[in-house]
């Protein structure tokens, strides 16, 4: 029987017999597999690897190493030291099946630990809510100095990071820096309840999956993905969090699931919150979940301190408050010398609930805590879900179970579950900088991304897209039936004029109003907050310091043509505003005041092909390919020389 296997968030449980294959059919059977084994970050080690003992086709694998002192048969990784040079070690996969095998090689790159730095400040990443149709998304804050009170949002308060996947939205983002010291790991409910299909279906066909960014520095950013870590019966994944295991040689990956019976697959019946778990070595491979905490009625939001070799655990009790359960909607503490210790012994409970003689919450939820930099103490900072938000508490001694919330407190703006993670002063730097300005060639061209079966951006700048919702491929071009591609944030910085073009066929049936794209941003109310657009509802373009009535436009009178391709180009530069269809000049104003470096300030973050930054508009329908922004005007013979690559019509 073959086992069941987990990787990049897919199960494969596969129950027939093996049957005898002829020699002759095995051979390719075992060179597929080895083609198809993947060890992630080989080309930039930063931690222990993954390496695969079982393939596709029935196949086994085995490791060898060129240097075991640097990376064992078995993944573990023993880094350079800081100021070293990275290492190169070839690991030799054997591939095979019955009498048949074959080898395939990988040359693993690793990097050399980083000079260690002191901690000098403290990052905050939260989302701010369901009640903004923008709130849950990924939102940062850097602290004032080394004061872990006292906080600046970020990226303008916009979002630092947007989902593209799953619901399209996220909460609940915790981060965590790798035991080297150099890479940072950023998980997510995948939930979006503005907008959504409310709490209850969120517990029982709620995704199973959590959302992951990797980042080397704090600022740039991996490619979203989605990993499912829950079983079938599972109706929620909440609050993914995270703790490294010295022991296990391993991270520890934590969340709250309701879990259903078998026989009950639609997840009809009754059921609670537990705490589940699984671990990995680099949040794309997973072990099987299972049950960490189950204390017979509904818990969820655990967090981790760890402090001499103590781990204390936190976790919301998520029963009705009554008299019999006085403590319920507050958070518990609990302690072990193993992270996963079944069996935890009790300190405290009611955290966060106020008394006669210490003020105190409603109800609390999404405890984060952390060390502070320069004292003995440490804060817990628990969210008021439905009153304030975070609110901090703090403690010089965790065996204690006591807390008293902090005073003069200076949070961002409805901050919610997240969490604190102490940096350097480096990376609070980062942080806070300003974007840079866009690259462009010497052209101006900055993107282009042809959607010929990839979102990503053919100048080799950088600024791929990323497929959201139902986005597909379809006869060489972007399909869209109600999704869209994402693009990067900050695509107009330092851009005083720009030009965009598209390919675009608009599907008969399409609804109005909507935008063809848009690069700017979404106002918390779901309204448009600057941005530079293009509609082919009486096709024209504008753009908006803030909402509608700021926009500063072009018309060309009349729709866009359906059901056939269109070239449609908008070029705005020193005031004057001018609108192309298939290369020919349909309108122009002049007196323009904004450019487009004006939107937010620099900062864009609803940058968007087929969907409108207003998120009451309807989503664009048909198709789309050559897509180009530069950052400067385009001439009339320049943007006709770029409709000759549309479509047939």
């Not at 959201?468 to 695509?491: E, Y």
Request: aromatic share 8%; with cysteine; charged share 20%.
């Amino acid at each position: 029987m073959l086992p069941s296997l987990r990787a990049v968030g897919v199960v494969l449980a596969v129950t027939a017999t093996l049957l005898p294959v002829p020699p002759a059919a095995a051979e390719p059977l075992v060179r597929t597999a080895a083609n198809a084994v993947v060890v992630p970050n080989i080309g930039d080690v930063r931690g222990h690897l993954t390496l695969p003992t079982a393939g596709e086709n029935g196949t086994t694998i085995t490791w060898r190493s060129s240097d075991s002192h640097v990376i064992t048969p078995t993944g573990e990784v023993s880094r350079p030291p800081a100021g070293g040079k990275p290492a190169k070690v070839v690991l030799t996969a054997e591939v095979s099946r019955g009498h048949r095998s074959t080898t395939r090689a990988f040359v693993a790159t690793v990097a050399p630990l980083p000079v260690e730095e002191p901690l000098a400040g403290y990052g905050f990443f939260y989302f701010t809510g369901e009640s903004s149709a923008i709130g849950e998304q990924i939102y940062a804050a850097a602290s004032n100095g080394d004061n872990p009170l006292d906080f600046s949002e970020v990226n303008n308060g916009r979002p630092i990071l947007r989902s593209s996947l799953g619901e399209l939205g996220v909460r609940d983002p915790f981060i965590l820096r790798s035991p080297g010291g150099d890479r940072f790991y950023l998980l997510a409910t995948d939930l979006k309840i503005n907008g959504g299909r409310g709490w209850d279906a969120a517990q029982r066909t709620g995704s199973r999956s959590i959302m992951v960014w990797e980042s080397a520095d704090l600022r740039n950013w991996s490619r979203q993905r989605s990993v499912q870590v829950s079983p079938p019966t599972a109706g929620n994944t909440w609050a993914p969090e995270a703790f490294w295991d010295a022991k296990r040689g391993s991270y520890v990956v934590y969340w709250a699931s309701k879990l259903y019976a078998e026989n009950d697959p639609g997840h009809t019946g009754n059921s609670y919150n537990r705490m589940m778990y699984a671990t990995t070595r680099d949040f794309v491979t997973f072990s099987p979940a299972k049950v960490w905490i189950d204390p017979g009625y509904s818990v969820i939001d655990s967090t981790v301190i760890e402090h001499n070799g103590t781990y204390y655990r936190y976790t919301k009790d998520e029963r009705n408050n009554s008299s019999t359960s006085p403590c319920s909607k507050f958070i518990t503490a609990e302690k072990s010398t193993d992270l996963l210790d079944p069996d935890y012994d009790f300190v405290a409970e009611c955290i966060g609930k106020g008394t006669s003689t210490s003020p105190g919450l409603s109800a609390g939820e999404g405890p984060t805590g952390f060390k502070s930099n320069t004292e003995n103490k440490w804060y817990l900072f628990i969210d008021e879900y439905g009153g304030r938000g975070y609110v901090p508490f703090e403690t010089t001694d965790l065996a204690s179970g006591k807390w008293t919330m902090s005073t003069g407190a200076r949070l961002p703006a409805s901050p919610r579950h997240g969490t604190v993670l102490p940096v350097t002063q480096a990376e609070l730097n980062r942080l806070t900088a300003p974007p840079a300005p866009v690259r462009a060639d010497s052209r101006g061209l900055v993107a282009h991304w042809p959607l010929n079966g990839s979102a990503a951006d053919a100048t080799g700048h950088g600024y791929d897209g990323a497929l959201a919702g139902n986005a597909t491929w379809s006869d060489g071009s972007l399909l869209l039936r109600g999704g869209h591609v994402q693009l990067p944030n900050n695509l107009l910085t330092g851009a005083a004029a720009a030009t965009v073009s598209a390919d675009v066929l608009v599907d008969p049936g399409q609804q109005t109003p909507y935008f063809l794209y848009g690069f700017g941003n979404t106002a918390p109310d779901g309204t448009g907050d600057g941005y530079l657009f293009s509609t082919g509802d009486s096709y024209r373009g504008a753009i908006a310091t803030g909402n509608w009535a700021t926009e500063q436009g072009v018309n060309s009178g009349r729709a866009l043509p359906r059901g056939v391709w269109k070239n449609v180009a908008l070029t705005l530069g020193n005031g004057v505003e001018v609108l192309y269809l298939d290369g020919v000049e349909v309108a122009r104003k002049t007196g323009v005041t904004t450019k487009p470096s004006d939107l937010g300030g620099g900062i864009t973050t609803a940058n968007q092909l087929g969907r409108s930054v207003y998120a009451a508009d309807k989503p664009f329908l048909g198709r789309m390919k050559n897509v180009r922004l530069h950052n400067r005007a385009l001439s009339g013979a320049e943007v006709a020389a770029l409709s000759g690559t549309a479509g047939p019509r």
